[in-house]
């Protein structure tokens, strides 16, 4: 009786919780087409622009398509490869690989690509009763990334399988179509608002890469300085830290990592010391700045603020210090490591027969440089709360 009373008027008790009256709860499979992709033949598959494009579990990430990584797909389809073309609205979804990411979908709506053929390992989720800007927020809601990722089985983390009868049966709640239409004209309005902003963020990026470069080759000087610029090498500016850790097997160590492009560092997770294998860690603190060895020719490199004082990183991580903070601001390198030339040189300085395999070596950069002001280069930026 105490349940029923909690529960506003017009609304009803379900298995997935309190919802409005007239919504109902059903299966996905009752609602949509679940389809999975089709094993291409992968003598017919080439690194070279094509018409048709191989859509894998591999181009699918954090919620986005990345077509740059796809395989092309040569000759005429024939007529069971041509079930497998993507159609717009069309949502994908990958079936193995980063099922554990249960915090984000995997999975992407088709909008107006053209000629990509859906791999096997992911799935489709076509609708039939349902509107498919509302199944794809549906898709991508909390409730369905629980149940989805509680589906999983056949091993943990990267290696869990989702299949298709699983999905089928994942319960939704379903409003009238006119309350999903509404609600998808609300949620694309906010999309449309979210990407004009993203526009206008991506021209500031541009016009921020155009003063730097101005800025660190001293072609625009700040007013209050004047004098000769000097170039000077890596190796008399910075020095590599090597700092000790005592190994306690039950500390819970948190883990950072650097993300490529220059994106800065983020907490990968939280380990006790017993569950970590490659028993390596090093405390990275305030001011020093990582260098990723297998991913620097990607841009992994950034500077520890307080936010990461004392977290741990692996042995793969180089982390270099100022020698005299009079002569460089560590902050002012952050930024020089964003610079076209940097990315060059950390190129130059990595080697092995391909770019995923490349190794870092730190003496080769260490002979390389960059110009500084005689006088002492200081994070102007950061002072005067710009940044």
């Not at 405390?283 to 500077?303: E, N």
Request: glycine fraction near 8%; aromatic fraction near 10%.
């Amino acid at each position: 009786m105490t349940e029923k009373t909690n529960i506003p008027q017009g609304y009803k008790n379900s298995p997935l919780g309190i919802i409005p009256q007239d919504w109902e709860m059903k299966r996905l499979g009752d609602v949509a087409e679940v389809k999975g992709g089709y094993a291409f033949d992968s003598k017919k598959m080439s690194d070279t622009p094509l018409q048709y494009q191989i859509v894998k579990m591999g181009n699918l990430y954090g919620g986005t398509l990345d077509l740059s990584r796809c395989r092309s797909y040569w000759g005429t389809l024939n007529e069971i490869e041509k079930d497998y073309l993507l159609k717009e609205g069309d949502i994908i979804i990958t079936l193995t690989g980063t099922i554990g990411k249960r915090d984000y979908g995997n999975s992407v709506q088709i909008k107006k690509e053209k000629n990509l053929l859906l791999n096997q390992r992911n799935a489709k989720i076509v609708s039939k009763t349902i509107d498919n800007c509302f199944l794809f927020f549906v898709v991508n809601s909390e409730r369905f990334l629980h149940q989805f990722f509680y589906s999983s089985r056949g091993g943990t983390g990267s290696q869990t399988n989702v299949g298709i009868p699983d999905i089928e049966d994942i319960r939704i709640i379903v409003p009238s179509i006119k309350e999903q239409e509404g609600i998808s004209n609300i949620v694309n309005l906010w999309d449309t608002a979210i990407e004009k902003q993203s526009e206008l963020v991506e021209k500031l990026k541009l016009r921020k890469r155009a003063l730097m470069q101005q800025l660190f080759t001293g072609k625009k000087r700040l007013p209050e300085f004047s004098g000769e610029w000097k170039k000077r090498t890596y190796s008399s500016i910075l020095t590599e830290v090597k700092r000790s850790l005592k190994w306690d097997e039950n500390e819970l160590y948190k883990l950072i990592s650097v993300r490529r492009r220059s994106e800065g560092l983020f907490f990968r997770e939280s380990l006790y010391g017993r569950d970590i294998a490659t028993k390596n860690l090093r405390p990275a603190k305030t001011g020093d700045f990582l260098i990723s060895k297998m991913q620097i020719v990607h841009g992994a490199s950034g500077l520890v603020t307080d936010e990461f004082d004392d977290a741990k990183i692996s042995g793969s991580y180089i982390s270099l210090v100022s020698k005299d903070s009079n002569i460089l601001d560590i902050r002012y390198y952050n930024f020089w490591s964003q610079m076209p030339i940097f990315y060059h040189q950390t190129f130059v300085s990595s080697f092995g027969v391909h770019i995923e395999k490349m190794t870092f070596d730190l003496d080769t950069f260490m002979s390389f440089g960059m110009p500084l002001a005689y006088r002492r280069a200081t994070c102007h930026c950061v002072s005067n709360r710009i940044c």
